[in-house]
């Protein structure tokens, strides 16, 4: 194959087949095939060696990936083991396997993409509350822009927490400001809900007394990560909002109480929520963590959880790790307290910042907000999006 006329044959540089941009990079100076693949040197002198197979299954022509979706067709079920003929031109990769079958690797696509690289993404990773934390405020003007939608998924993804303010007070602007992020996540409370003093209710939410700090719906297998809270009017004295965050509690707890992080986080225990329509059960334990001991979810809703179903010498342990974990997420260190003003909206990742409200007196004067749930890859996908234009 002639490397410069592979080269005119493409009209610019490879493209990898993807949506998501890459950045150019150093160009290649050197792909020397040895034992485990194929070894490459970039101008900046970074090197890597990848596996003929790993390159194989990379291959972005029309062949192996969909034009369209940009979906892999190649299924890499058998190992390569003749080594292809090896050309760089403009810096970039070209390859002519064994079959004749020809690929074209971007210098830049395989520079961020190298096993000694980090893979760039534009989704924060979780920060804990710091001391004094107040969470993120957008303008609902500004939110409806694309940065101001970017610097709100940015504070949810990274915090967990965040407010729209100055928003219109009108009906469903909940619906509409969630649907710019991704479809409404319903559960047995619908897809859209009133939170609102009424009669014969079938939650505590729907009532005027206060609500200890809990997650909604920890019955549930998978419980809704991102809760919004629209308010339409908030005029009874109380009813001040409480949050406070999963992840700093945590870390305070295995500070605290290591056994205490070990029994609620190793313990299944019940949760159930029924009424006359629904039954919704699930055991899970209080805290799940991953291997590294990072957060997953915190499941704490003392109204939904169900019989302790332990054996009886564990019992006792239990309840003591329960009332640490209890009082640490209650205590002014790791609270935080505000009223949520009518044309405000506060979302909060629900299976991380617990929530909670002081008691209001419906008598002195009329509260209403409309909630929905999001799934939180949607708001990460979202900014993903975002991030390609900017």
């Given at each position: 194959m002639n490397s410069a006329v592979f080269a005119e044959e493409q009209h610019q540089a490879p493209q990898m087949g993807e949506l998501a941009p890459y950045q150019d990079g150093p160009s290649l100076t050197e792909a020397v095939p040895t034992d485990e693949g194929i070894h490459l040197t970039w101008q900046d002198g970074q090197h890597t060696t990848l596996p003929l197979l790993w390159l194989r299954d990379h291959c972005a022509c029309p062949a192996c990936r969909h034009p369209q979706t940009r979906e892999r067709l190649y299924l890499p079920l058998e190992d390569i083991s003749e080594t292809p003929t090896i050309e760089l031109a403009g810096g970039h990769l070209y390859l002519t396997w064994q079959d004749g079958h020809e690929s074209a690797f971007h210098s830049g696509w395989l520079y961020q993409r190298r096993p000694e690289a980090e893979i760039p993404t534009a989704v924060p990773s979780l920060a804990p509350w710091r001391d004094q934390f107040t969470p993120e405020r957008i303008r609902h003007a500004d939110f409806l822009t694309p940065e101001g939608e970017k610097a709100w998924l940015t504070a949810m993804l990274r915090d967990g927490l965040a407010l729209i303010t100055e928003g219109p007070l009108v009906e469903e602007e909940v619906s509409r400001l969630s649907e710019r992020i991704g479809p409404q996540r319903a559960t047995n409370f619908g897809s859209r809900f009133d939170v609102r003093s009424k009669p014969n209710p079938n939650n505590a939410a729907y009532t005027a007394v206060g609500l200890p700090l809990h997650i909604?719906?920890?019955?549930w297998r998978q419980p809704p990560d991102?809760?919004?809270l629209y308010c339409l009017q908030n005029e009874a004295s109380g009813g001040q909002s409480l949050f406070a965050d999963g992840a700093r509690v945590v870390d305070a707890l295995r500070q605290q109480d290591p056994e205490a992080l070990k029994i609620l986080s190793e313990t299944a225990i019940d949760f159930r929520f029924q009424d006359d329509t629904h039954d919704i059960a699930v055991r899970e334990p209080v805290i799940k963590l991953d291997a590294d001991g990072n957060l997953i979810e915190i499941r704490l809703n003392n109204w939904i959880r169900d019989t302790l179903h332990l054996p009886a010498p564990k019992m006792a342990a239990w309840y003591r790790a329960y009332r640490v974990l209890w009082q640490l997420f209650h205590s002014e260190a790791h609270q935080i307290e505000f009223t949520l003003l009518p044309g405000q909206m506060v979302a909060f990742d629900n299976r991380r910042v617990l929530h909670g409200r002081r008691e209001f007196?419906?008598?002195?004067?009329?509260?209403?907000?409309?909630?929905t749930y999001l799934d939180r890859d949607m708001l990460a996908s979202k900014l993903r999006v975002l991030a390609r234009s900017s």
């Open positions: 909604d719906l920890p019955n991102i809760q919004l007196d419906p008598n002195s004067g009329a509260r209403h907000l409309q909630g």
